[in-house]
């Protein structure tokens, strides 16, 4: 199985600009999938954006579309997520996952999850 680790989270102002990492470790990625979500305090886990395993196909939720970037290097074993023009709403915790069968937008479609990292965007 993957081990990931996020990293990159922070507090910042609305309009500013974080990129998050997730780095993989047990296994190489680059036969994975790998998408992103959050978790707001009181909310369900949604889906914010994916890769496929050579990173020519991606899917964004519309919530997040044209304000963020997924990436991936595979020779690095690493997924980032590039997020621009944040607002206050963005607040969440953040979570890479990992999936060897399909790229998706369903979280239950990954086997992988990091532990996530804290967003928090002030207005």
């Known amino acids: 199985q993957v081990q990931l680790v996020e990293s990159g989270g922070g507090l910042v102002q609305a309009g500013d600009s974080l990129r998050l990492s997730c780095a993989a470790s047990?296994?190489?990625?680059?036969?994975?999938?790998m998408g992103w979500f959050r978790q707001a305090p009181g909310k369900e886990r949604e889906f914010v954006a994916a890769i496929s395993w050579n990173g020519v196909t991606t899917y964004y939720a519309d919530s997040v579309k044209g304000r963020f970037a997924i990436s991936r290097d595979n020779a690095k074993n690493t997924v980032y997520l590039q997020m621009n023009s944040l607002k206050p709403e963005d607040t969440a915790t953040y979570y890479c996952?990992?999936?060897?069968?399909?790229?998706?937008?369903?979280?239950?479609?990954?086997?992988?999850w990091g532990q996530g990292t804290q967003v928090t965007v002030s207005s």
């Open positions: 047990g296994r190489t990625i680059n036969s994975y999938a």
């Open positions: 996952a990992a999936s060897g069968l399909v790229l998706t937008i369903r979280a239950g479609g990954y086997e992988s």
